[in-house]
């Protein structure tokens, strides 16, 4: 498994989460990582991405709500959700893609944001 998320869960409106994702180092070292989101009904949008160089970019929605990191040395990257919204319930996924251009996704997690 080149990438395994975690950190989903049923919050209330205003509440915060917290999703990991843990790469395989391989992946991790050569990719820009990022996460998506995709809610019942809906396509799949981006979120958040964060490259190897820590160029970090936001969904307008989620800014200064969320907040992208990675950690080089655990190989992970994080997602801080804050002030969270019934909008933002879906199912998020962690996506890594190398420099070679091949993209590699994670299994989703469910955040479920009650009113």
């Known amino acids: 498994v080149q990438l395994q998320a975690s950190g989903g869960g049923l919050v209330q409106a205003g509440g915060s989460l917290r999703l990991s994702c843990v790469a395989s180092?391989?992946?991790?070292?050569?990719?820009?990582m990022a996460w998506y989101r995709q809610a019942p009904g809906e396509q799949r949008e981006l979120v958040a991405s964060?490259?190897?160089?820590?160029?970090?970019d936001y969904k307008d929605s989620v800014k200064g709500r969320f907040t992208i990191a990675r950690d080089n040395a655990e190989n992970t990257v994080y997602l801080q959700m804050n002030s969270l919204k019934p909008e933002d319930t879906a199912v998020y996924y962690c996506?890594?893609?190398?420099?070679?251009?091949?993209?590699?996704w994670g299994q989703g997690t469910l955040v479920t944001v009650s009113s």
């Open positions: 996506y890594g893609k190398n420099t070679r251009g091949l993209g590699y």
């Open positions: 180092e391989s992946l991790f070292r050569s990719s820009t």
């Open positions: 964060i490259t190897r160089g820590g160029t970090i």
